[in-house]
């Protein structure tokens, strides 16, 4: 069928009616659209919002944008979660002659959108197309539309790129198209669909109509590709401030016993909603488990789930029949519960889009919103080994987001600050009193000549790189990049050797925060000076910055942990001296004995009983039957009575059968002699967590014997060198021992043999 001319109109394109029949009953569209005959200056919009909606009141911009979309504008809405994007298309929708095709990609809300519009107004009013339909709910929808009666029809792109659609559409009057979830546009986003690039196209061979595009998360480089992709560069922008003054966020160190820092947390906020992300589904399962045990009401939810289990799930946490959601990223779009008073981040998030997004589904009723992230540098090494298939492009892309997600987690700068300014907003306040490092704030250093040093290189080199290369430069590492470039020949090669090289990437960040330097939208991540960094070159000024926090210190840890409080100093120092009495007596390391996080938990939980010292990290049932657990937990307890000491025995962690079945399988096939990766493979892990978990039974107490394996993957002078460096080293630090050892010898030969040697010692 060919299609109707189009009739350009201001600041969009209005199309004419199509060739088709439609049958005008006044019964069928009662209610929807008696207004239609009025102009966009006329309506009265409150009016229609209270009858539609029942709200007396707009909120922020969206009475403006619906008047922009009434116009038949092309319009651009950027809206944080909660801010109300949906009103923006379904008003006038209502309003407006013809249907207006809404595209978005969540297809398990569709029905929930459509249920709440026909709440309101009346049956067929909305309507959705996709998937889950069979041919007879499709010919009823179509009916409705050819009627006249649908002014909301919902489609995933992929239905809507579907032929027979495509040709059915064509023979309907649109009144506009709204791209929800726009940033699955952009493969700068934190959710790129590839669909999402064929919208345009299919939009061209439907017909023309305005578009609007709404996004709750959205970069300046986003934006732009949004709009580039959708071709409305033409297109209104209304963006909304990204600032949630009452969410709270802190990152703290991710360590082995996050499982018990989590229980902690929750347990402190007692009858509070939350949910917890993880990103393997596995993890997500293991963990809703633990904290089940552990008498919270939780429950696991993933895409892996049957959907009527995903929705029961979905129901109860809406319901308060359970308290805590541990889940994947797959849930939380669309969930409108707005008393979620924590978040928590079990891995670091792919991107700070992502991370802006889930963690916004805290306090959406302006209450309390605690956003607490874990953060280990071994997880972004993780994320980057999983990219390794995709297109060169594609991991560039998201090693660059990777980095950015880093930066926010071990900066000391202001959360808040940090984060509007990820998304292009200015947060003028020193100190938001609202997070972490505000609450705790940094020593600030002076670094105005480090910043005129990096203000020259990004200069001298054309401002033609990104951050990481400008540091390289700095530091003088001959990186393939810069010896590509011949960078390592230029005599400002290596400048700034003499400063910390953890010291020039806070440098630019701040810079960046200050205004002296900027990145490039269309080549994202490329350094540029702004005006004001050119006039700081002409005359600097005081630049005061702080450093980035190092999650590797201990001080750093107890910090983040909020346990500087908790760790109780004289008792650790007690314990530490007892330690070194048995060292001395067993003639071996005092580490053999107890871990440092052993100590440093028994003088923070207080074990008196067998049974509250196996709940230490690193104490099993072998540790316990040791002559020395006697001693220790008798010194515990005379303190306690001392110092009449209250302990927290309602905090005792209780781990899970589930965990406990795979060591007793690892056991089992180490006892068969069984090569270890083979195992790792058997339970579906890498090799790497399999030497955790080897390491975790090891420790706690359990021989086991990996000789046979030692023999076949190793060279008996390296397994002899490792183990008499463990024989008389002070410390079990992996770092250590690989950084002493030296040579050819890999970091997880030194952890094999550790387990050796602690297996044989302390077992």
Not at 306 to 335: N, P
Not at 545 to 563: E, N, V, W
Request: charged fraction near 30%; glycine fraction near 6%.
């Amino acid at each position: 069928m060919a299609k109707a001319k189009q009739k350009k109109s201001k600041g969009g394109v209005k199309p004419q009616p199509q060739p088709v029949e439609v049958v005008e009953t006044v019964e069928a569209v009662e209610g929807a659209v008696d207004d239609t005959e009025q102009t966009n200056d006329t309506i009265d919009l409150h009016k229609e919002l209270k009858r539609y909606f029942g709200f007396d009141t707009f909120k922020g911009d969206q009475e403006e944008i619906i008047r922009n979309v009434l116009a038949g504008n092309n319009t651009f809405v950027l809206m944080p979660t909660g801010g109300g994007k949906s009103l923006c298309y379904q008003l006038p929708s209502l309003i407006m002659d013809g249907v207006a095709i809404v595209i978005s990609p969540l297809i398990a809300l569709m029905k929930n959108q459509v249920d709440a519009i026909t709440s309101q107004s009346q049956d067929g009013t909305a309507h959705y197309l996709n998937s889950s339909l069979n041919r007879s709910a499709i010919e009823h929808v179509r009916r409705d539309i050819r009627e006249g009666r649908t002014k909301l029809l919902y489609v995933a792109p992929e239905s809507l790129t579907k032929e027979e659609n495509v040709e059915f559409l064509r023979t309907v009057k649109i009144s506009f198209y709204a791209v929800d979830e726009a940033h699955c546009i952009s493969e700068w986003g934190h959710d790129f669909r590839p669909e999402y690039r064929r919208i345009r196209p299919i939009i061209n061979e439907i017909g023309n109509a305005p578009v609007i595009a709404l996004t709750a998360t959205a970069t300046d480089k986003v934006r732009t590709d949004i709009k580039k992709n959708l071709g409305i560069m033409d297109a209104v922008e209304f963006k909304s401030s990204f600032n949630r003054p009452n969410l709270y966020y802190e990152v703290r160190p991710k360590t082995k016993d996050i499982d018990s820092d989590i229980i902690r947390f929750i347990k402190q906020h007692p009858g509070k909603s939350g949910i917890v992300y993880c990103l393997a589904r596995k993890k997500v399962e293991e963990l809703a488990e633990i904290l089940k045990a552990n008498d919270i009401k939780a429950a696991p939810y993933h895409a892996g789930l049957e959907s009527q289990v995903r929705s029961q799930t979905q129901d109860a946490f809406l319901m308060e029949d359970i308290d805590v959601i541990v889940a994947t990223i797959a849930f939380g779009m669309g969930i409108d519960k707005p008393d979620v008073r924590f978040v928590i981040h079990y891995d670091i998030p792919k991107s700070l889009e992502g991370y802006y997004q889930e963690t916004g589904r805290a306090g959406r009723d302006g209450g309390e919103g605690i956003c607490l992230t874990f953060y280990s540098f071994k997880d972004l090494l993780k994320l980057e080994k999983f990219m390794q298939d995709k297109p060169v492009a594609e991991q560039d892309i998201g090693k660059q987001l990777l980095q950015e997600t880093a930066a926010y987690a071990e900066s000391s700068v202001c959360r808040r600050k940090m984060l509007l300014h990820y998304f292009g907003e200015t947060y003028k306040q020193d100190n938001c009193h609202n997070c972490d490092n505000c609450l705790h704030p940094a020593k600030k250093i002076e670094a105005w000549q480090q910043l005129r040093t990096v203000l020259k290189t990004i200069l001298l080199l054309n401002e033609n790189f990104r951050a990481n290369y400008i540091v390289d430069f700095i530091t003088g590492h001959e990186t393939e990049e810069i010896i590509s470039h011949r960078h390592q020949d230029l005599p400002e090669f290596g400048c700034g050797e003499g400063d910390d090289d953890k010291l020039w990437n806070p440098v630019i960040r701040q810079a960046m925060l200050q205004g002296y330097v900027k990145r490039e939208v269309e080549n994202y991540g490329l350094l540029k000076l702004t005006p004001a960094g050119r006039q700081f070159m002409k005359s600097p000024k005081p630049f005061m910055i702080t450093k980035d926090r190092d999650y590797d210190s201990d001080l750093a840890g107890d910090m983040a942990q909020g346990r500087t409080s908790a760790l109780d100093l004289p008792l650790q120092h007690m314990l530490t001296d007892l330690r070194k009495e048995w060292s001395r007596k067993l003639n071996c390391p005092p580490y053999i004995i107890f871990q440092d996080a052993a100590i440093e938990q028994m003088a923070t939980d207080y074990p008196v009983t067998a049974e509250e010292l196996k709940n230490i990290q690193g104490v099993g049932e072998g540790k316990v039957r040791k002559p020395y657990a006697r001693e220790f937990l008798d010194l515990i307890k005379r303190y306690c009575e001392e110092n009449n000491i209250e302990r927290q025995t309602d905090l005792r962690i209780r781990t899970v059968a589930k965990k406990s079945a795979m060591k007793v399988k690892i056991i089992q096939n180490i006892d068969k002699q069984i090569a270890l990766d083979d195992i790792a493979l058997s339970q579906n892990i890498d090799f790497e967590d399999l030497l955790d978990e080897v390491e975790a039974i090891v420790y706690s107490g359990t021989k086991l014997n990996i000789d046979y394996f030692l023999e076949d993957v190793m060279d008996d002078d390296h397994i002899d060198d490792i183990y008499e460096y463990f024989r008389h080293s002070e410390t079990d630090d992996l770092d250590t021992a690989v950084e002493t050892l030296g040579g050819d010898i890999t970091e997880d030969e030194v952890r094999l043999v550790r387990i050796k040697f602690i297996s044989e010692m302390a077992n």
